[in-house]
């Protein structure tokens, strides 16, 4: 018997007012796997994750990490346990340094490692390391993504989740972007991927979800899913 993925999400449903967003979702992320959640916007996606991590009350369904139940906990409750998401919009503390941002991502931690993270994160970020005394509401956007990156991975996730992190960047930026996301996962660390570029996030991931007007619509490996004349007709331009 296989053992259960790392997150499970059952019949997830989630409403705002009478208005049903999400619409019996059903996803699982396995250990060591990168999985991108891809569909247009108001699709969902976010709303999704606001449920997983406890920003958004959940009308119904399961949701579960390393095996036991979290609806309804709190989204520090679930950092302390490694679910850790990177939120669209970046959600850095725009009058604190970049030192002082990341040290904040491992606000939960009581460990002696968090100057080691510091460095490992400023060897993924060099710009961040160049900056570190710069006050974050200064900062690009990229810039900014790369901070909101650095800091959830000051808090040692176990499953990182990343909200639209390409969104509103220049082409150069986002190819960054993908890179990080990319190195991050081949250094052991499971990703959930919620993108509106459908083409990029599929040719990170392992498997792929496709979600519309709040249902999984079609879900699968990542290279099937780029090569399906619907998904590219759809979310590719073809």
Not at 43 to 67: D, N, S
Not at 206 to 227: H, K, P
Request: glycine share 12%.
């Amino acid at each position: 018997m296989s053992e259960p993925a790392m997150l499970e999400i059952s019949g997830l449903k989630v409403a705002y007012g009478g208005i049903e967003a999400v619409k019996g979702v059903s996803i699982e992320v396995r250990e060591g796997e990168l999985v991108s959640l891809i569909g247009a916007n108001g699709a969902g996606k976010t709303t999704t994750l606001k449920a997983v991590t406890g920003l958004q009350p959940a009308a119904a369904g399961e949701i579960r990490f390393l095996g036991r139940s979290v609806r309804g906990q709190g989204a520090w409750d679930l950092v302390r346990q490694g679910l850790v998401m990177v939120p669209e919009g970046r959600g850095t503390f725009t009058r604190m340094t970049i030192t002082e941002n990341l040290q904040m991502g491992a606000y939960v931690r009581t460990d002696g490692e968090i100057a080691a993270d510091l460095d490992r994160v400023f060897a993924l970020f060099p710009r961040l390391k160049e900056r570190r005394q710069q006050l974050a509401g200064t900062m690009s956007g990229g810039e900014q993504q790369m901070l909101a990156m650095g800091r959830a991975l000051m808090a040692r996730p176990r499953l990182l989740l990343l909200d639209e992190p390409s969104m509103g960047l220049s082409p150069i930026m986002v190819d960054k972007i993908f890179e990080v996301v990319a190195d991050i996962h081949r250094r052991g660390t499971t990703v959930l991927l919620v993108e509106q570029n459908a083409s990029r996030a599929l040719q990170l991931a392992d498997r792929g979800y496709v979600m519309d007007s709040g249902e999984v619509t079609m879900a699968g490996a990542a290279q099937a899913l780029l090569n399906d004349p619907k998904v590219r007709a759809a979310y590719l331009g073809e």
